[in-house]
Structure formats: structure tokens, C-alpha cells
């Protein structure tokens, strides 16, 4: 159970970052010519949109996941996310196809963001209601590792190919392996996933008919909960996206291209 739920945690995270790994090769070929800055912090904005819609992901998939169980959401937030990293794989580059190209990107993005947002929510949920009591936090603490493997991985998969291919091959055709490899992965976690049970609670939920028909609406009853929950959100949610994105993001991209001018 821990197992089918990290895997699929860290593959997702691994379809995330793998963009921010390809980021300053993406630029060039996905925006417009002509300013190379301008471009960067275009591939670093639709990085970033994939986080806006994560909190709307979370609410549908959250509610769907009341509707006909944390399994079946599972399965869906899984295969959108895979096929969406898939696709960045196989599409047209901007001197092909234009400006179609970056709203193709854009969109592959915003619908992966749209899935992890859902998988997050879903992953705890599950291993929460299939856990003893005494070992729920123990359990889902194996879930905040997948984020910094998923990461760990992009990244030697995308430095190894780059020892391997020469410049132009990796330019050319070398950097849609990373997107592509993630055939395998989106095959071996839907086959693990496939075996799962559904949770117990959920199970006795449905059977009692005691499933929420409003789980929004209750979980924001009480004015002081809802209070809680938007500072939790501002404080403990945005400020680790923010710092995880400055560490792990911005600062492998950053720190060369200042090295890169002082030394020059």
C-alpha cells in the first residue's frame, strides 16, 4: 500500500520536474526567437502555472474521489498527468509549428498541474484510511520523500543523457527521452495501482450511505476552521512551494548563468 502510493507520488513528481530540468533547453524551443531572457522566464511561467491549478485539481478530484472512490481517482489523476508529460515528448517545437507549439505546452501543463493537484490530496487520503490509527502519520510521511526523489531523478536522467548525446543531439531529439521514459513508469504504476483495494472507511461509507454529499461545504461550516485552514494554505502550503521552488527550481538555472558572468 505505502509502496503503490510513493510510486506513484514520486512519478508524478518526476513528470514535474522534469520540465524545470529541461527548462533552459525548452525556452528556445517552444517560445518565440529573438530574446533569449524573455523566453527563459516564459518556460519558467508555464512551469509555474501547473501550480495555480493544483488547488482546483485537489477540489475535483477531491470531491470525485467522495463520489466513487479514492481507486478510481487514483487511476484518472495518474493517467492524465503520465500522458500529459508523454505528450510534451511529441510536440511540434515553435519552428515547426508556431505559436501553437507554446499553446500546446501551456495546455499539456496546466492539465498535468490540474492532475497533481488531485493525486496529492488522494495519495494521503488513501494510505490515512488504510492505516491503524497510531501509524497514520508514520505512514504518510513516506509521501513527503517522493517530491525531493522525483527531482533527484529528472535530474540524473537529463545529465546522463547530455554525457551520452553530443549538443546537438540532445538539442534535436535528446530531450524528449526524459518526457518519454515516462511510458514505462505510467505502465508500472497503473498495473501496481490496479491492485489495490479500495479503502476500508470508504468501503463502510458507502455501504452505511453515510458518504458527504457537501465535503466542501462541511469541511468550511465552522468560521473559525475555515480561518485555520487559509492560514494553514498561506503559511505552511506558499511557503514551501515557494521555498521548494527557489532551492530546487530557480537556483540550478540561477547560480551557473551568474557564475558563467563573473567569470566571463
Known amino acids: 500500500m505505502i509502496v503503490a502510493s510513493t510510486l506513484g507520488g514520486f512519478f508524478e513528481w518526476y513528470d514535474f520536474y ?8 525548452l525556452a528556445p524551443l517552444f517560445f518565440p526567437p529573438g530574446n533569449d531572457t524573455v523566453a ?9 502555472a501547473g501550480f495555480f491549478v493544483r488547488p482546483l485539481g485537489a477540489l475535483v ?25 508523454i505528450g510534451v515528448g511529441l510536440l511540434p517545437t515553435f519552428a515547426t509549428a508556431g505559436i501553437w507549439a507554446t499553446a500546446m505546452l501551456v495546455a499539456l ?3 498535468q498541474g490540474f492532475a497533481h493537484g488531485g493525486e496529492t490530496g488522494g495519495a494521503v487520503t488513501y494510505l490515512v ?17 517522493t517530491a525531493a526523489g522525483g527531482l533527484l531523478v529528472s535530474i540524473i536522467i537529463t545529465i546522463s543523457l547530455r554525457s551520452l548525446l553530443t549538443e546537438a543531439q540532445f538539442q534535436e531529439w535528446g530531450w ?21 483495494e479500495e479503502t476500508p472507511i470508504f ?18 461550516d465552522s468560521a473559525n476552521r475555515g480561518r485555520i485552514l487559509l492560514l494553514f494554505v498561506l503559511c505552511a502550503g506558499l511557503g514551501g512551494i515557494f521555498g521548494a521552488c527557489l532551492f530546487q527550481v530557480s537556483a ?10 563573473g567569470m566571463g
Open 176 to 196: 524528449r527521452i526524459p518526457f518519454l521514459v515516462s511510458i514505462f513508469l505510467l505502465a508500472t504504476s497503473i498495473y501496481i495501482r490496479t491492485k489495490l
Open 129 to 145: 484510511e488504510n492505516s491503524p490509527p497510531d501509524q497514520r502519520g508514520y505512514q504518510t510521511s513516506f509521501l513527503q520523500t
Open 203 to 220: 468501503k463502510e461509507m458507502r455501504a452505511t450511505g453515510k458518504l458527504s454529499k457537501r465535503p466542501i461545504g462541511e469541511s468550511l
Open 252 to 261: 540550478p538555472f540561477y547560480a551557473p548563468m551568474q557564475l558563467s558572468a
Open 18 to 25: 522534469v520540465y524545470a530540468a529541461l527548462a533552459t533547453l
Open 40 to 48: 527563459f522566464m516564459g518556460t519558467l511561467a508555464t512551469f509555474g
Open 109 to 111: 501543463r496546466l492539465i
Open 61 to 85: 478530484f477531491g470531491r470525485l474521489g467522495d463520489l466513487v472512490g479514492r481507486k478510481v481517482t487514483f487511476l484518472i489523476t495518474m493517467s492524465m498527468m503520465g500522458l500529459a508529460t
